[in-house]
């Protein structure tokens, strides 16, 4: 071949490369569906009590092109009740873009015990946190149950689990169709106090120990971690190193969401940390956690320290987000919600 023909072939095969990458970065940047397709890494269920960090977390997952949101399950036992719940839900994937997700809703008791959110908690929650309310929303898909089976039986693969309030449905499910864990990879749960003190004397839960979504139903909490799949808790001993700020707010886009965000990230009390957005986080960017493996249960019964995470010999084996990498989450949370 003469060295003519060879510079120009090499000329060409450069060209066509330097097109074919950047008709891929205008796709991706575009949001069009082909480029986002091509970058889908995670097909996600999330299971949510719409409290406010939820909303924030479920924003940042619809946003992400490597996330597939394939149903979200809106807990009835959760801060907002159903069907409010999953009318926010349908109102946030509405905002999002991502109007043929389909919404489930659960129902309004936990597995076992009558534990439950402050009445003034859920008022709140059950208001929408100012999303608007379209006439043209669809109803929701159905039952929790019915959305979540669908949804890990349609995938194309396997499925990974977002639980980020009581993980009563993801329970109620792995109990009555056990032949549907080969199609679930993992599960990361927001939930649960290892090393440090819970958070359920806040609103009048009762003790010092527990963290508010396992306390809610702690018999469905270890149906999950005895479940054998692989699961990955990012507890408060974790989010205590991500607190919610201004500053925060501040370094968001100019997007809808983005607008939306900052709004409710300024209009929520101080002293609050990112508890759901970082178990999303966790689940797509792990580097931004770092871990351990514990054996844990949780404790059932009634009395001081009913719903208590505890490190036990003979508990399960639970990979825990012992700390997180606070200027990584936030560069990762702001940059998504751009």
Known sequence: MSLRKLTSRCALALACAVLLSSLSASAVASGSSQGTALRV????IVETDMDSSDVMALLYM????????????VDGDGTARCPAGAATALSLIALAGKPTTPVGCGGPQPLRGTHAFPDVWR???????GLPRSKKRPPPAGSAQRVFRAAITNAPGRVEVLTLGPPTELASLLAKNPALRGKVRSVTMMGGAVGVPGNTEVGGGGNAYAEWNFYIDPHATNIVLRSGLPITLV???ATNDVPLTRAVAARLGRSATANFVRRLILSLPPNLYFWDELAAAILVEPAIGRFANERLTVVEEEGAESGRTLQAANGVRVRVTTSADRARFERSFTSTLR
């Open 123 to 129: 008022d709140i929650a059950d208001s929408g946190w």
């Open 62 to 73: 619809l946003r992400r092109a490597d996330v597939n949101v394939r149903a979200i399950v």
């Open 41 to 44: 890494t995670h097909n996600v």
């Open 235 to 237: 507890p408060l001993d």
